[in-house]
């Protein structure tokens, strides 16, 4: 082979060779771009819109107020409510309506309540009050500015007359004392006689002497009955001539006494044998009949008094 032959043989090899290492540069794939873009998803030119796969549900619709429930914490069971309109709108008046404490203050009524519980105003006072000095001598008076109600003033007329003529010497010590008066009486004995108070004396507004169809009573025996000479009341008034007389017939003159001995836990207040109230001959003369004291009748047989 000649000389010119082999040095084209060799220039073609080389041609051959390189031809080779470029197509395989350029054909074979890089292995870490392979990896790559087997591991990144081929994204769509336009997202489609998604259709929900759910069904949503119904919004609760709101009752009508007429039909709003409110659940009973003890029975658990629903319960009508009013509604908004029916609740909140008040009803107008012209004139209010009076509580039973302001019927009760402003009454005079013959059996209006009076215990240390139930009391009166201290505004209360009766409209037609009047001076028994002017239907008693002294001796019976004694020379206080006492007053009463003028419904009880001829029925205490003829009590005493009654007594005096059977030969006893009754004197009334107090009858009608307003709130201020009885809160300065209060006080004195409070002062005074601690010991005794609560036994002849009450709080102020806590006294049937506001009423001022109340008198107590007294006798020219207590003193040497009791021992003291200036004594006025005593739980032993019950034993003079005056206080056996009155237990026995009060009653026929309207008279019923407030505070005996065993209504001390109705009433409060320790006996008072001297203590008489005026209700009337029809009251007087029942409570004598059935033993039972005015404030037992009161509460059996009236709606619970307010406390003002």
Known sequence: MSAHNLY?????????????????CTT?????AQVTATHQPTLPTQLPTMAPTFTPSPQPTQPPPATLTSISTSTHTATPLATATATNTPTPSATPTPTGCERRIFSDDLLTIVTRTYGLSRDYQPADLVSLSDYFPVDITLGYPTQVRQIMVEPLIQMVAAMQASGLEPFIISGYR?????????????TTYPESANIVSAPPGHSEHQLGTTVDFGSPELPEVVGQEDIEFHTYFYLTSEGQWLLEHAHEYGF???????????TGFYYEPWHYRYVGIEMAEFLQEVGMSLTEYQLLNSPPPCIP
């Open 178 to 190: 307003s709130y201020s008066a009885q809160a300065i009486a209060y006080q004195k004995w409070q």
């Open 28 to 32: 074979s794939p890089d292995p870490i």
């Open 8 to 24: 084209f043989i060799y220039h073609a090899a080389r041609l051959m060779v390189f031809i080779f290492i470029l197509t395989a």
């Open 256 to 266: 019923t006494l407030s505070f005996p001995r065993e209504a001390f836990e109705l």
